[in-house]
Every structure is written in C-alpha cells, then in structure tokens.
C-alpha cells in the first residue's frame, strides 16, 4: 500500500520538506510520518501541520495539491517512487541517486541539482537550474536522467557532467553553460548561446539555433546514437518524429575558448 | 551581536579553578596541581571568598591559546569566501541560545571563525596579511569575529611610497613613514610579502624577483635593502613584535638559501619568519623539491633573535590566500581553477587560489613532512611556533590532529605510512622519534607566540596576566583532548562551560601606535594626491573604529 499526503493549506511562504523522500518514509506509520520535521519560513514545524497523511510508504509516495511552495522534495533519494500529482516547489530532487520522481504539473527552478542517478519526470514546463551544479561547485548533475515534457528556462544543465536531460519544449539561455560532459536534448528552440565555455558534451535540437562564433562547423551527418536516445525518449512520451530519428545533423564544435571537444547537434532535414 | 555588549569584558565574577594540572610554562609550571585564581579579567594571587569554584581534578590548564599567523579578516578573505559558496554549503554552523550562526570550509564567516577558535581553547589570533588601505573594512570584520582577542599585521614591503623613499636614500623618513601608516592603520606588527616582487609582477607578466640581491625593474632595489630597511627601522622603534616576513621565492626549489640570506640580513636584530615550512626546499629551481629542513632548522636554532611559525601542510581542502600575487598565478596554473587576483593600488597584491592537499602527491607529502621535521628536529620550541599559516596549510580547525602527530610517535608512523613513500624517504622525518611534551605544547601554541608578539599578559597564567584560560580532558588521544576543551575562560568570563558556549562577546583589538615625527604627513601627501584613489584626509583609520582595544607597548629600551 502506498502513502499518500494531501496538502491541506497553500503554505504563505516556502516550506523545506527535506523529509519527503518514499526512501525516507519507508515502513514509517501515519502518526511518524506526520511529525517529521519541516522548516515553514524561519520556523521549524511538522509535516502533519501542512499534510493529512493516508496509508504506509512501502517505497512509493504520492502527494496531492498545489506544492508549488514546497521545496527540497525529493533531495537526496536514492529509491522507490516519488508521485506529485500537481505542481511541485524549487530543489526538487537535490542530489538524488536513484529511483523516480513523477511530477505531473510544472515544477520550480533547480530541477535535479547535481543528481547522479535516477530520474525526474515533469510532464509540465521546469524553471532555470536544471540538473545544474549549484553556485560555486565544479559539477552539476553527474549522472541520471531528467525528462521536462514542456519547456525549461535559463541555464539547463550548468556544469553537467553526465547523465541526460531532455526538454519536449524550448530551453532558455545558457542551455548547457561550462557543460563538462553528457547529453542534451532539446526537441524546441536553444535560447542564446547554447554550450557557453563547454568543454565537453553533446547538445541536440531539432530546429536551427544562432550559436557563439567561438563555435565551428565540422560535418553534416546522421549521428548513430542519436536514433536510440531519441527512439528512448518516445518511450517517455516526448513528440519525436520519424524523420528526427533518421534524419541528418549539422555538427558544430566548441567552446573553442575551453577544450573545443563539446559539439551542439542541429537538425538539417 | 547579540549580547556582547550587555556586560563589558571583565565583569564576570571572581573564579577559583581547584585540583587541575597547570602548564605554565613561562612561569616555570610542568603540571603542577595549584589552584588558579580569576578576577576582574584577570589573574590573581587569590579569589575572595564566594569566587565560583570549578573542580579541574584529572584535567589540564594552559592559557588561552595564541595563534600568531592567520588569515581571517580583511579584504582577501572575504574574497575567499565570496569565491566558494559551495564550501559554506556543506558547512553550516548553526546558532545557539548563545551565540550566533555562520559558515564553516575553510575561511568561515566572522562569527564562526571567533566560536570555532574558542572551541579549540584559542583566544587571541593574528590576521597576518592586510594592505594598508584594506584596515577600515578588517577592523570592521575583526570586531565581528566573537570571543578572541585579535590583530593585523599591515603590508608595507611592496608600498611603491615605501620604496622610493629608500631608493632615495632617506632612511630616517623611511621609519617615520612607517610608524605613520601603522598608526594610521591600527595595526599590530609590520608585514613583508615577497618584498619587492609584486610590483614588478604587476607592470609586466611573469616578472618577479627570484634573488634576495636582484634589485627589481621598477625601483632599482633589491629585497635585502628592503628587509634590512624594515628590520632596522622596527629595531630602532622597539616594536613589540619584528618585521613578519614572507619571505622571496616562497614555493619555489631551492628556495631555503633565500631565506637563510633573509635571515642572515638580520644579523642579531629580531625578525619573525613566516610559514617557515614553505620556504625550507632544497633542488634546483623548477626541478622537483626536496627537504632542507636541516639547513634551515639549524640556523633557527642557532640564532636567538629569530623567531618563525612552520605553517604545516595538513591533508584535505585550503585556501590558498597571499599577497604574493605572482605565487598564486604560478598556483592557479596547476590546475586552472577559479582563482582571483588583485591589485591593491600602490600597496601591495593578492592572489587567491581554492586547494586541497592531497596524500599521494609527492610535493604536498613533502610539504607535509618537511613541516614535521621543522617541529621535531627544533631546539627551542619558544621560537619554532605552531601554524597552519590558516587556510593555507590547512584549517586551524586541524590543529588538534598536528598537536598529535607531535605529540604521539605511533599515531605519527600510522600516518606517514598513508602517504607518498618516496616524498618521506627524502626527509628524515621517519628516524625522528621525538615526542612533544604538553608543556612544549603549551608552548608551541601559547607561551612562545605570546613572547614572539611581545603580548606580556598573554601565554602565561601569572599574577595580572589577562585571565585567559582553557582547561582539557587528559585524554590519551590527544587529537580528541584538544579538539573539545571542557572550559574557556577569556578575560575572566566562562564562554565555554562544561563544553558548552554560555557567553558572546567580542573580544579586544590588539594594536600599537609608535610615535614619529609629524612633519611626515607632510611628505607623504602629495605622493597620496597623484596616486591614491581616496583622499589622503580620509584615509588613516579614526579611533571609532577601533571598539574595546588595547595599546601594547614598545618593548623596553
């Protein structure tokens, strides 16, 4: 039997629920689970404050309601299934391992910050931050998978070092800053200066995309992994169409002001 | 802060520690069991009766501990903490009822940096590097950094003013004008960083001074003349501490000829050698290092009016943070990380490199072991004082593991055994047995810096001196005994009783202000009218920033 939370009040200010994790709350009874600790503003309280709780997690955690200001779910999991049926906050998924995080809305910034394993699934649209390193650290996500069904803002996948993020929408600016390695895949628009400083890595996208002039043209060709990533991700229900799985791809490399080994992937016909 | 100045330091009533081994040893105590006696901030012969009694039986007091190079205020460090932000993520130093919260890694906030000193049983620490024009914003953060009593050594050895005064030949202005910018600065002791290196460093890439007799491009003068001019001027002035040099060629092979020459420039007049550790390498220069601690040690030993701190190397993260600038440009080069670099207009430089220290790198396991040879193989351990050069080195938050690898042979051996074996087969370390006592301890840490800085009521637990005290566990495994003292005593209040913080204060700034002529003022204006960025009007630090301080003074004639 799963366990279920439903948000009985919108939370004025952010809540930090750390706690919220199916790993965390594993074999946990209602009464546990509801005075787990939480940080509402600048005061500590409990979950039982916010959510009623219905059930046993035996490894899967479903929430319900607008948990748009609930952040930190998610952080540092390492298994079983985590569902938000409904928006979910900022710092979603921090520095998780593994199992799967289901968020059926749209989620805040941070999506996945510097995860190493796993998956993240937002159906809806994702903030800035995604998979990125958080500010100061040398890497972002290093491994894992992230899935954003609708469009992402500024600086996807900063610092990334491997794993991949696929974005059904457009992506913002920056898509894959001082990228290390790792694969990026944007079926939409790349905002300005896709794989600024990158070192590594691969970005894709299916349309055309103004790109830094420290970047180069090499080749156009059909790249063979491409076809099993892109045939992947229809299995995760992104729009990939015949022709994108088979067809061809500019191949531009850079950043020539790093180490010139990344490339950015346009598609052709 | 929140309650530092609800009682002014010293209030806290009369104190009677019983039945505790005291390490005094300035005042000739190896362990003996006596009663010590607290009030008014200070040490006393005797406490009235009604003094709050603390029973010490099984446990050992020394005074507060001295740290006599550091860097934990000022312009650079801030730098150092705006350049990491994941180190103080992972680092959070929570408030108590008590006391306040901050962040930790290696160049903590303010408060944390004051709290975790006093954990370890430290009450006074020495900033060591902060440009004359940077000493508004350190006094600043100083009287944020809780508990300790504090001061800064300011950095004259690159001042171009400085310089072109002894090109001139104008010795006697030279002193004056230093006295003037120590006073000016609120300073504690004068600083030289590879004198005479920065200002060619900036003017063109790559250069610098690598020879104690090259003179540089800029002015025509070599460090020596630079040293010499300090060590005399200081000399002349009674200061209560030398000239605190970094000397030329720091980190480089070879370069402990350069500083046996440093040394030798100062003939029998006092100087105080910086994170001497770094500056004891044999080969040739680029080649790969070696260990001459012996050469180095020597000398040391040889010369009573040389005093240094070894600046060891401890594994895991640092900070490197210098005014060498040309030494961190060398360092970022390594692994071409983020750095920063910075000029200090007509001052000095600075160069900030994030490190780490690792076991099986062949020069950081030398480092590390000619850093325990300089320890074990010292004959006065008055003169050879314990420093991590923090964060350099490492954290101060590592001293408690260093106090055991000196003073615990079989922890020592354990150790030497997890790193670089042909880095330790270069050095002697593996034959030397010795064992520091904790009275060499107390001295290493306490007594020994306090002399070196000319500070008379600190490092001892005599009548009337300033009632700082720490008192430990006597634990076997020393690293855990100086890692959690049970009480901290400063200026006569508990702030950690029974290993918890009861009290938040702020702490004293420790400055002198010798005397000089005030013609000065008038030659050194004009130099600040068509160079300086700020007004000259505006630029010696007013006494409102200087909070609860003390005046130490010049050392008898």
Redesign the interface.
Known sequence: MSLRLQLRTRPEVPVEADALAPDRLQGLKTPEVESLPLIHGNENCVVGDFFAADGECNGELHLEGDLSRIKHLGSGMKSGTLHIHGDAGAHLGVGMSGGQVIVDGNAGDWVGPEMSGGRICVKGNAGHMVGAA?????MGMTGGEIIIGGCARNELGHGMRNGLIAVGGDSGDFTGVNMLAGTIIVLGRLGLRPGASMKRGTIVTLHDSELLPTFSYACCFRPPFLGLYLLHLRQLDLAVADAHISGRYARWCGDSIELNRGEILLYKT | MKSHNSTPAGAAGPIRIVNGRIHDPANGIDGAVRDLCVESGRIVESAPVGARRIDAAGMVIMPGGVDIHCHIAGPKVNLARK?????H?RDPHPGTLYTRSGTGGTVPSTFATGYRYASLGYTTAMEAAVPPIGARHTLEELHDTPVIDKGFYVLLGNNIFLQRLLKEGRRDEFRQAVAWWVNSTKAYATKLVNPGGDEPWKGKRNANVSDIDETNEVFGISPRQIIDAFVDAVHEMRLPHPPHIHCNNLGHSGNYATTLETMKTAGDRRLHIAHIQFHSYGGQPGKSPSSAAQPIVEYVNAHPNITCDVGQVMFGKSTIMTADAPLAYMLRNLKK?KWVNADTECESGCGIVPFSYQEKIYVHALQWAIGLELFLMSADPWRIILSTDHPNGGSFLSYPKLIRLLMDREFRKEEIKRVHKKAISRTVLADLDREYTLNEIAIISRAGPARALGLRNKGHLGPGADADITVYDDDADRERMFNAPRYVVKSGRVVIDDHEFREDFSGRLLHIAPEYDATIVQTVRPFFEDYYSIEFDNYAVGDSFLHDHEVIPSRPA
């Open positions: 958080y500010r100061g650290s040398p | 350049l990491q932000p994941e180190d993520r990380n």
